[in-house]
């Protein structure tokens, strides 16, 4: 079973950056998409955006898209979110996920939650105005 740890949360104020890190154990991490998501208080899940196993692909939610950017680096076993021009509406706690098909052949922009079968333990993060 794969263990996803979250890190580089915090607070910061509006229009600054963050950069989330999500380390992963196991060797074959490097076969497997990669996704982040968000919970604000009251709201429902939102899928921010994956990465493909590959690191090829990307896809980003329409409400981060041009703000945030997500990598990865298959030799350290760890996937990125970066933040930049934050707003207060990105508070939330951010959770990576992993794929649970390895290698998958579908477009990661067309993925959900029902793809992600291991999840870490998140990463709070707010944003002052």
């Known amino acids: 079973q794969v263990q996803l740890v979250e890190s580089g949360g915090g607070l910061v104020q509006a229009g600054g950056s963050l950069r989330l890190s999500c380390a992963a154990s196991g060797r074959t991490f490097s076969t497997y998409a990669m996704g982040w998501f968000r919970q604000a208080p009251g709201k429902e899940r939102e899928f921010v955006g994956a990465?493909?196993?590959?690191?090829?692909?990307?896809f980003h939610a329409d409400s981060v898209k041009g703000r945030f950017t997500i990598s990865r680096d298959n030799a350290k076993n760890t996937v990125y979110l970066q933040m930049n021009s934050l707003k207060p509406e990105d508070t939330a706690v951010y959770y990576c996920?992993?794929?649970?098909?390895?290698?998958?052949?579908?477009?990661?922009?067309?993925?959900?939650?029902?793809?992600?079968?291991?999840w870490g333990q998140g990463t709070q993060v707010t944003v002052s105005s």
């Open positions: 990465i493909s196993w590959s690191g090829g692909r990307t």
């Open positions: 996920a992993k794929d649970r098909t390895s290698r998958r052949l579908t477009a990661v922009r067309d993925m959900g939650p029902q793809d992600f079968d291991s």
